[in-house]
T-cell receptor, first 112, second 114 residues
Framework: GQQLNQSPQSMFIQEGEDVSMNCTSS?????WLWYKQDPGEGPVLLIA?????ELTSNGRLTAQFGITRKDSFLNISASIPSDVGIYFCAGQRTDSWGKLQFGAGTQVVVTP | DVKVTQSSRYLVKRTGEKVFLECVQD?????MFWYRQDPGLGLRLIYFSYDVKMKEKGDIPEGYSVSREKKERFSLILESASTNQTSMYLCASSPPGVTKNIQYFGAGTRLSVL
């Protein structure tokens, strides 16, 4: 299956900085999900989006469902050391029962 | 909280061995999935199941089979393990329906085939 285009591939940031990442696709999606994976663990859901234009926050995290339904963005404000990990976007296409497509992930490294 | 449990965190097997990876979920979810995760490739779907005894091939089913005899359990089988199957394997489950289909993941099994 086609992977989503997720960028950047990695980010090295200082504590306190903001982080932005995005996912794009040529297909239309009806759901966008953002997951975080800590080293040696499975992905954990951060934010779920279901409507075009929807903007949802979870603490310092904010994600948006793109208006074209082909993209999504995740922002992390005022990063802290525990934000380290891999962030994945996932989307469900309108014609794809229950299955998700995943981005390749954004590796975030936070330095003090 | 949804709990998806994978029986082993780490496995080391030899080429040619038959390998069983077990996954159990406690939320009565209809849908279950097996993925493998490799650096730079993200998550790739191997097989999924939307009901007991039902299974569908994902994107990379070659060399794998699955079994779903009970709703809560979904097993991934490597009939004859090969070194290119060394990977992180993730199991996930999701509730029924085609919308709001959040998948919940287990902690993963890191398999090394020598």
């Amino acid at each position: 299956g086609q992977q989503l285009n997720q960028s950047p591939q990695s980010m090295f940031i200082q504590e306190g900085e903001d982080v932005s990442m995005n996912c794009t696709s040529s297909s239309i999606f009806n759901t966008w999900l953002w997951y975080k994976q800590d080293p040696g663990e499975g992905p954990v859901l951060l934010i779920a989006l279901y409507k075009a234009g929807e903007l949802t926050s979870n603490g310092r995290l904010t994600a948006q469902f793109g208006i074209t339904r082909k993209d999504s963005f995740l922002n992390i404000s005022a990063s802290i050391p525990s934000d380290v990990g891999i962030y994945f976007c996932a989307g469900q296409r309108t014609d794809s029962w229950g299955k998700l497509q995943f981005g390749a992930g954004t590796q975030v490294v936070v330095t003090p | 909280d949804v709990k998806v449990t994978q029986s082993s965190r780490y496995l080391v097997k030899r080429t040619g061995e038959k390998v069983f990876l077990e996954c159990v979920q406690d939320m009565d979810h209809e849908n279950m999935f097996w993925y493998r995760q490799d650096p730079g490739l993200g998550l790739r779907l191997i097989y999924f199941s939307y009901d007991v005894k039902m299974k569908e091939k994902g994107d990379i089913p070659e060399g794998y089979s699955v079994s779903r005899e009970k709703k809560e359990r979904f097993s991934l089988i490597l009939e004859s393990a090969s070194t290119n199957q060394t990977s992180m394997y993730l199991c996930a489950s999701s509730p029924p329906g085609v919308t709001k289909n959040i998948q919940y993941f287990g902690a993963g099994t890191r398999l090394s085939v020598l």
